[in-house]
């Protein structure tokens, strides 16, 4: 893989260009910044930006004051390639928290080990109802700590309007919901995201996750995406590593008002 072309082709089709992610969402180009803006409870964030040190501080303020007159809180997604080099200790000093740093990460889905399969008593199913979604939500809130139901509300929001682009999986252990994990497919683009890949505490450690990253490597290389893309944590990323992604930069999210 050529890092920095792919890189680029992702700032392009992923950020600056970027596509509403559900219903009623919209993403608009504000001089050298992309946002997305949510339809409701969903997801408001700077994606992209293309600035210098002599007007960071002006874009930074003109994104605040847009949000804050929405009475939204938002993210400003910040990589480690963009520039100026000092853009997250701008955002610091203008009010945003800096979340943990992620590893942006990305693999060719036909080159990806993806003949892993669930270890024994584990199977997994689609979330394509209300109550899939609910096993879902039960996960995330067990595995990461965080109330669910924002993504209940993008999830049953997908299923309605546009389930084609997105697929949400459910491990179970029996009738238990023991891990689950999301992939975004992103029409008109080479590429498909991973998100979401939690397992609840007790079952780590046994291969549920690598199994759930490539099931959902065969549902892109199926729907004939190329590349896979994942915001990784330190703790998934030699997994991730091992199954044929390659880190190609980090990602840390900037929260203001929330």
Known sequence: MDHATVLALYDRDMRENARPEGPGARVERAGAVVRHVSGGQGWNAVLWSDLDAAGADRAIGEQIAYFTGLGRDF??????????????????????????????????AARLAV????????????????AGVELVVDVHEQAFGTDGSGLR????????ADAGTAVAVVALAGAEPVGSARIEL??????????????????????????????????????GYRYLQVDALPTSRPILARLGFHALSTTTPYLYGA
């Open 75 to 108: 993210e400003w997604k910040l990589y480690g390639h963009d520039r100026p080099a000092d853009l997250g200790a701008r955002l610091t000093a203008a009010g945003f928290r800096a979340e943990p740093e992620e590893t942006l990460m990305i693999g060719e």
């Open 153 to 160: 509300h993008e999830l049953l929001a997908r299923i309605a």
């Open 186 to 223: 992103v029409p008109g683009t080479r590429f498909a995201g991973l998100w979401g890949g939690g397992i609840v505490e007790p079952w780590r450690g046994r291969g549920i996750y690598r199994a759930l990253v490539a099931h959902r490597a065969r549902v892109a290389a199926a729907r």
């Open 115 to 130: 003949d892993t399969e669930p270890p024994e008593g584990i199977s997994f199913v689609e979330a394509t109802d209300p």
